[in-house]
């Protein structure tokens, strides 16, 4: 499947912009009449027929809509401290959206080593793993945030979990937690792990202590490792 994107799709045509154009003919080399796909990122998938293909405006006539193309019954959020390493948390944006992740919040929390996050580009990763995967939902990913005031919003989510590196006694394995078919939440601190108040107010806050196995992980490992976990629980009959 040659999948490509745009938010915007309505009507019984589109036109692809020029990057998206210039990559039909100059990479694929793609002639009129052949069937390429589109996809919203909303759950809609369009199968399409090449009326017209030039590098700058490649025009597509929509021969078929698949609503809801690869929906799942659960949701999955990450709330993820940004690492100090960029490349890492970009990486963490990678496979989590080719795994199946739904929502990625940044947090900023007192152990943070990057305060900010290039949003624009963070989306452009999504988008290009979105379509490697061959998906057709991009994740919702948010502005970054400081930890205090995240941890206070009300969460509509069947589960809450904290991954957090102290000793105690309440955390257990997160694969024996996850239920199937539910949304979940879950929190990763940053290289230096939350720390004690934050994972009271956590705590505090209806958020369950989890592991997520015997080895210590960094930052953008654990963030894979728990979205994996949700995703291969959720799928094992």
């Known amino acids: 499947m040659r999948l490509f994107y745009d938010p915007q799709i309505s009507g019984d045509f589109h036109v692809l912009n020029e990057e998206e154009s210039k990559h039909c003919t100059k990479v694929l080399r793609l002639s009129k009449g052949d069937e390429i796909y589109l996809t919203d990122g909303k759950g809609n998938m369009y ?37 100090k390493n960029n490349d890492r948390f970009e990486w963490f944006v990678e496979k989590t959206t080719e795994i199946g992740i739904d929502e990625i919040s940044p947090i900023i929390c007192k152990n943070s080593e990057r305060k900010f996050i290039k949003l624009d580009r963070l989306n452009r990763i999504a988008e290009a793993a979105m379509k490697q995967s061959q998906k057709a939902y991009h994740p919702k990913i948010n502005e970054q945030v400081d930890f205090a005031k995240f941890i206070l919003q009300s969460f509509d989510y069947d589960q809450k979990f904290i991954a957090h590196c102290e000793d105690d006694l309440d955390k257990n394995y997160l694969g024996n937690l996850i239920n199937k078919n539910e949304s979940v939440i879950i929190l990763i601190g940053p290289e230096g792990d939350f720390n004690s108040d934050e994972i009271q107010m956590a705590k505090n806050a209806g958020f369950v202590p989890i592991s997520l196995g015997d080895s210590r992980l960094r930052t953008e490992t654990a963030g894979v490792v728990a979205c994996d976990i949700c995703s291969v629980i959720n799928k094992i009959n």
């Not at 590098?55 to 709330?79: C, F, N, P, S």
């Open 47 to 83: 199968r399409t027929e090449i009326l017209e293909i030039h590098q700058k405006k490649t025009v597509l006539k929509i021969i078929e809509i698949i609503a809801d193309y690869g929906k799942r019954a659960y949701l999955i959020h990450i709330a993820i401290a940004p690492t």
